[in-house]
Every structure is written in structure tokens, then in C-alpha cells.
């Protein structure tokens, strides 16, 4: 048995792939398997994994219809075989270290999970990565369940920077949200993970590099308005099949759903706000008539923007888009100010008035010659002799 199996799904990102694949076949855990599954990409993706997997034979592929990364990661996790569970997506990279280091943890700990915090990772205008913290140090290298850590809920999913015991995730029976075509379906697995662990470890260290400017990871089409809600009725049902955990997380579960129909209304493009808000309204609106709001777990302005959006959500958008222009304006006139300031800064130079100087024979003769070609000889002798008359 593989100490860890490590799922790649992968769809059209032949730009990035030998980047992430060489990354995995690199880890210094030998003992692993790599499941790349195939999306029903239409580039070169495929030619590249049967590549790899004609080179190393810990490498795997699994190709498919496409069905969506949700399909994919579930293909992925049932024909893993390994110990634990690990997640590489396609356009992202990984430290040698990172599954040898979370293994280690795993295994000392008899964890159920172990994530550590990641990179944001961007290739132009050159090559940086930011840190991230997911976990801050204070709560790290040690065994927490999820009653010891509710924070963890409100922080990004980043389910590739973690590893999961196969037994954990099958016992119980924590799936991926398969709704064809959608995205942010790991939002809804990251819940069902924390909701269900009693043995998780955070490392501070850092692992796994997430990219940013893959400029077609993230759609914005009306088919991916209602996405996210996809993920929270997954998590509904999640709670209505573990009744005991239902009256611990539901209001939880209603708090970071706030947070993530916000960040959703806010990545929109403005003609399909409008509809997305109408339907927040109405869920949250029937949470707050069944009780399953608390305000204790909200900040005093969203629990204010919440109720603004249940009593009128058209009304919202309005003052939202209003106030989103003044901020545009605002913001643009901020960039003027700055602009003339160095424009100012520039001229009020010494070196600026010495090349002004040195210039000025060259400036007004050629301004002379344009002169003498537009207006003729005595019209432009005759300007000439008015300006210094005036100087006079």
C-alpha cells in the first residue's frame, strides 16, 4: 500500500502541467502513487500525462468524459489505494518535502488530517510568492477536533494543502459535490472534512504553491451564478444525515455561508448580482424565520447588511452599485492627485529646470521652423517682433 495517494485532476492546462507533475514525481516520499485524472481535456494535457506515466510507474491515468472537478476528484479518491489522501491541482506546484513532511505528521499523530498553510504563488510580471497563513502558530503541531477549532471553518477551503486518511474520508463518506460544469466544489468537502475529524494537526510551514494568474481558472458566466449554493445544499444534506452535528454547525454553517455569497456577490458581474441577491434573501430570510441565525458569530456590520439584504435585496444592489461608483471616482481621482503631484515634483526639480535650459536654443528653433513652413517668412518675423516688444 502507497503512504500516500496523490489525485491530480486535470482539464486543459497543458501550460502548467509539467510544472505540477514535476513537482509530485519529485517529492522526496517515494512511496506514493500519482492518480492524474483526465477531464476530457481537448489539448495536449493527456499526451503529456501517458508521457509521465511511460516514465515513472507510480504515475496513473484516468481518463474520462468530462464531468467537472468534482466528478474527477471523486474518481480520483475511490481508485486511490494509498494511506492517506493528497490533492496537487493541475495548474498549482509543490515543495520536495510536502507529503514526506505531512506523512511524518499523519502518522505520528494518528491524524485524520494534517494541513499546513501555502503559497500564493504568481508567475508575471515575474515570479513571487506570499505567504499565506491558514493556521496561525499558536494552534499548530498539535491534535485538534473541531470542537476545540471552530475557526478553522471560516478559513479558505485549500483543500490541496492537506493530506486525508482514506479511512476517515470513506468511513464517512465525505464525496465531492458533482454538479456538472460548476465550480467552487470544494467548499462543501472542506465542511464535511472539519466537521467530521477529531484528529486534525496544522503545520505552520508553508508547501504548496497556489497560483493566481492561470487567467482561465475562474469563470464568470451566468451557468456559475448559483454555484456556490450548490455547495451549501451539499452541506444542508450533510447535516440533516449527522443530526448530532446538525445543532452544533448549523448556525455555523449559515455564518460562513454569509461570507461566501458575499465574496460571490462581489466576484459577479454586475447584470447577475441582482439575482443572486434575490435568492441569498430568500434562503437566509427562511434561517432567520426557523432560528438558525446567530447573531453572537457575526460582526455587528454584516449582522446589519444581512437584515438589509432579507428586508430588500433590490434595494441593496442599488445602494451597493451607487456606492461602488463613488468609490470608483473616488479612487480615480486619487490616482490624478497622485499623478499631477509627480508631474509637480518632476518640473519643481533642479535637474528638470537645467534640461529645460539646455533645450531651449533647440525647442524654439524648432518651433521657429514649423512656424516659417505654416505662416511663411514676414508673417513669422513680425510675431516674433510683437513678443519682444512686449518683453520690453
Known sequence: MPKVSIVVPIYNVEKYLRECLDSVVSQTLR?????????????????IMEEYAKNDDRVRVISKANAGYGHSMNVG?????????????????????????????????????????????????EARNEFFEITPAEHCNQVKGYLAYRKIFYRKPSIWSAIYKKDFIRKNGIRFTETPGASYQDAAFNFKVWACSERSVFLHEAYLHYRQDNEASSVNSKGKVFCVCDEYEEMERFLDRHPDKKAELEC???????????????????????????????????????????????????????????????????????????????????????????LDSIRNSRSYRIGRGITYIPRMGRRGLRALKKYGVRRTVGHIAKKISKRK
Not at 515543495?95 to 513532511?101: H, K, L, R, V
Open 252 to 342: 455555523l454553517k449559515n455564518r460562513i455561508k454569509y461570507d461566501s455569497y458575499m465574496w460571490n456577490y462581489d466576484r459577479l458581474a454586475v447584470d447577475f448580482r441582482p439575482m443572486f441577491l434575490e435568492r441569498m434573501a430568500a434562503e437566509f430570510r427562511l434561517a432567520k424565520e426557523k432560528d438558525k441565525l446567530d447573531k453572537s458569530l457575526f460582526e455587528p456590520w454584516k449582522w446589519d447588511t444581512l437584515h438589509q439584504i432579507i428586508a430588500d435585496p433590490a434595494q441593496y444592489h442599488l445602494l451597493r452599485v451607487k456606492r461602488d461608483e463613488e468609490k470608483k471616482r473616488a479612487q480615480e481621482m486619487d490616482e490624478i492627485q497622485r499623478l499631477q503631484a509627480q
Open 31 to 47: 512511496d506514493i502513487e500519482i492518480i492524474c485524472v483526465n477531464d476530457g481535456s481537448t489539448d495536449g494535457s493527456l499526451a
Open 77 to 125: 479518491f475511490d481508485a486511490a489505494t494509498g494511506e492517506y489522501l493528497g490533492i496537487v491541482e493541475s495548474d498549482d506546484y509543490a515543495e520536495p518535502d510536502m507529503f514526506e513532511t505531512l506523512y511524518n505528521t499523519a502518522v505520528q499523530n494518528n491524524a485524520d488530517v494534517v494541513k499546513s498553510n501555502f503559497y500564493f504563488y504568481y508567475s508575471k510580471p
